[in-house]
């Protein structure tokens, strides 16, 4: 399967984005879909999972709250809601499928990768 983020960019603290992906190329309800971010000179850390039905979600602990995760398996696609943004949510937000997976957090059960769309948060 093929993944394309979109929807980053410049906002301020306080601000809302919606982050989307794109998915192409197989049956998406196969997969559990997560989104993870990387801020430099950082690891990439886990942010939010959705399952194959899009009935069970998980967050990070961080980002709890604010954030929501949803899918439309219609469209093929899966949203990041980011509400309250603050300064340390900057990094570059990156969407990845698990075949036939659940809310997992390890980025090692994601098998398809998204390229990575660009969260800044100014304060």
């Known amino acids: 399967v093929q993944l394309q983020a979109s929807g980053g960019g410049l906002v301020q603290a306080g601000g809302s984005l919606r982050l989307s992906c794109a998915a192409s190329?197989?049956?998406?309800?196969?997969?559990?879909m997560g989104w993870f971010r990387q801020a430099p000179g950082k690891e990439r850390e886990f942010v939010a999972a959705?399952?194959?039905?899009?009935?069970?979600?998980d967050f990070a602990d961080s980002v709890k709250g604010r954030f929501t995760i949803s899918r439309v398996n219609v469209k093929n696609t899966v949203y990041l809601q980011m509400n309250s943004l603050k300064p340390e949510d900057t990094a570059v937000y990156y969407c990845?499928?698990?075949?036939?997976?659940?809310?997992?957090?390890?980025?090692?059960?994601?098998?398809?990768w998204g390229q990575g769309t660009q969260v800044t948060v100014s304060s």
């Open positions: 990845a499928a698990d075949l036939y997976g659940n809310t997992n957090r390890a980025s090692q059960a994601y098998e398809y």
């Open positions: 959705i399952n194959r039905s899009g009935v069970r979600t």
């Open positions: 190329g197989r049956t998406f309800s196969n997969y559990a």
